[in-house]
Each structure stands twice: as structure tokens, then as C-alpha cells.
């Protein structure tokens, strides 16, 4: 979705927006989401960029009174973490008529909290505190900083059922879906800069603030107590509003286009459009498929999926996927374990 991840609420591990943490797979008490190996940012150029990103969260549920909140509501709490690690690769540089060659990269450890409340609407807020170590022509710094993100999400045709007292159906069999979410993360807020001593000096962190919106309009069917969406179209945008800028984060639009079909296959085209520093406008496109096994055990479990059997809830929210930047596919990869 190049990036335009502050309004979706099923993006896990809290990168984009922590508070959507809670909003992602509300009925898992673990889940855990990895790359198996390192993405080139930069792939068929010479930048040798490498990123890796690992994350988890455990959440709890408490139900709350139908009496005040309406049926199905309930509270739900997460805590979650994870781990991203930027490697810049080996640079080269002249030190008094001397060539020395340093491995340079960024790590950052990120513990969170994420509370939401799943209701007529949901809403959900969290908060990270992060740890940045760094890295630069062999020069350490390290600071510390936080993100904090609250998100809404509407669904639409839900809100309108509740309120007549009617079911929305299409032709007696289909069910149609309609939501909108909006979304804003503030990032790297109350931090120092990175001090790299007096010959780099010191870096301060990308402030920003980052709003974002989407909307999904699908439609379902009914498989026994739950539904199952047999195509759902989802359009992002996000617009960062940058506080201080760094050539760590540059600053753009992004705007991000997902298509999925039967809760199986996600398609993904995704533009980010972007100015560093030195001014010259650049842009990154990025277009990928997913295929997840959500809609295969609903299809073919129903609603009562695997509760006894705590193998196939291992694999009931598995996803692997496949991801193109500027012209080179790359894999990824995504597992929830839901017992």
C-alpha cells in the first residue's frame, strides 16, 4: 500500500499506528508477524539498503453490558512490540588521504499498548516507547522517543442495521459492506537527537504527524453464523505533516489500492510521492499479492473453526505474500497463530 498503513485497521505490530493494534484480529490472544528475510529498499540500483521487521502483540477481551454498549460489545487490551533494522550497507569514505570502509544501520526496539473498544464503532488508541541504536561511518548514537496513534473505524452498513432494526441484503443472498476509518499517528515525539560526536554531530529524530483515511465497500455472503466477503475493494491515503525533517523519513503523500477476493487473495498497488531535502521530488510504486487462509477455513470450517484442534488455529490466520518495489518482486511474509 506504499506505506499508507495509518488508517488500516488490519495492519499488526503497530508500525503504522499504534492505536490499531487492538482493532487487528480481536478474537486471537497471540500473533506474531515477520519478514523471512531482508527487503532491498532499493532493489537493480546500487543503494544497498536492507530492512527487517519482526512483530508481536498478546491481546485479552472483557465483554461489556449489552444493556449500555449493544450486543457483541466488548474491551479489548493488547500489548505488543517489534523490532525494525534498517542496514545501510558498507560505505566508503576518504579520512585524511586514508579509505575506510564502515558498516553503517539503524535498529529500533518499539514496546507498546494498545487499548479499543469494539462497539457500534470501534476506536482504539496506543501508545510506543522506542529505542533507537545507530550506526553511521563508525560513529554510535542512540536516543529514545515515543509514537502514539488513535483510529476510528465506522461500519457503515452495521451502524445502519443497528439503527433501523433491518438487515441489509442484496438479492436475498448477499450482504453488502461499506466502512470508513480514520486514522493519525504521531511519531517520534520526545526525543533527543542522535549525538554522533563532534565530527558528525548530532541528528535529530523525524517528528512528524501523519492522517490517514480509507474506505472499503465489498460484498458478502452468509456461511452459517458468520460472513464470508467475497470481494472487498479498499482505497488509502495518508498525508504526513512533518515537524522535523530528516533524510531518515522522507517526507509525502501515499495512497494505496487493495483488492481482495473471498477473504483468500489480496492484490495490492500502493504510490508514495515524496521531496527529500535536496528538494527534487521522487516517487516509490510498489504492487504485491497476498494470500491468506482466512477465507479458506471459513469456507470450508464455518464459523466454529478449528476451536478444538489447535493446529489448524496455527494456521488459521496465515498469510504469505509477495511484494514488487520499482520492478523487483521480493517475498514477505505474515503469520497469526489464533489460539
Not at 22 to 41: C, E, G
Request: charge should be positive; hydrophobic fraction near 40%; proline fraction near 4%.
Amino acid at each position: 500500500m506504499a506505506g499508507a498503513g495509518v488508517a488500516l485497521p488490519d495492519e499488526p505490530g503497530g508500525y503504522y499506528n499504534p492505536g490499531a493494534v487492538a482493532l487487528v484480529s480481536p478474537h486471537q490472544k497471540v500473533q506474531v508477524r515477520f519478514y523471512p528475510k531482508a527487503w532491498s529498499l532499493f532493489p537493480g540500483t546500487e543503494i544497498s539498503i536492507k530492512y527487517e521487521y519482526v512483530a508481536g502483540q498478546i491481546g485479552v477481551n472483557y465483554p461489556l453490558s449489552e444493556r449500555f454498549y449493544g450486543k457483541g460489545s466488548y474491551f479489548r487490551a493488547a500489548a505488543f512490540g517489534y523490532l525494525t533494522h534498517l542496514n545501510y550497507g558498507q560505505n566508503t569514505i576518504d579520512l585524511g588521504g586514508e579509505s575506510r570502509t564502515f558498516s553503517d544501520f539503524d535498529t529500533a526496539t518499539h514496546l507498546g499498548l494498545s487499548i479499543a473498544l469494539i462497539s457500534l464503532v470501534e476506536v482504539g488508541v496506543g501508545g510506543t516507547a522506542k529505542r533507537l541504536n545507530s550506526r553511521f561511518v563508525g560513529f554510535k548514537a542512540s536516543g529514545n522517543a515515543y509514537d502514539f496513534g488513535m483510529i476510528l473505524r465506522i461500519p457503515i452498513i452495521h451502524v445502519i442495521e443497528r439503527v433501523s432494526g433491518d438487515t441489509i441484503v442484496i438479492d436475498q443472498t448477499f450482504y453488502p459492506v461499506a466502512e470508513g476509518v480514520v486514522g493519525m499517528a504521531w511519531r517520534n515525539r520526545g526525543g533527543n537527537a542522535l549525538d554522533y560526536g563532534q565530527v558528525v554531530g548530532k541528528v535529530p529524530f523525524p517528528v512528524s504527524r501523519r492522517d490517514g483515511l480509507s474506505v472499503k465497500v465489498g460484498v458478502a455472503c452468509a456461511l452459517g453464523s458468520s460472513r464470508l466477503e467475497l470481494v472487498g475493494i479498499r482505497l488509502a491515503k495518508e498525508i504526513p505533516r512533518p515537524k522535523i525533517e530528516t533524510t531518515r523519513e522522507p517526507t509525502g503523500n501515499a495512497i494505496g489500492l487493495e483488492i481482495s477476493i473471498f477473504e483468500m487473495v489480496d492484490l495490492r498497488k500502493g504510490k508514495n510521492s515524496y521531496q527529500l531535502r535536496d528538494g527534487v521530488n521522487r516517487h516509490s510504486d510498489t504492487q504485491g499479492v497476498a494470500v491468506r487462509s482466512d477465507g479458506f477455513f471459513k469456507l470450508f470450517f464455518g464459523s466454529s473453526t478449528s476451536s478444538d484442534n489447535k493446529w489448524l488455529a496455527l494456521v488459521k490466520h496465515l498469510s504469505i505474500g509477495y511484494v514488487q518495489f520499482e520492478g523487483a518482486w521480493q517475498s514477505n511474509g505474515q503469520i497469526e497463530f489464533g489460539f
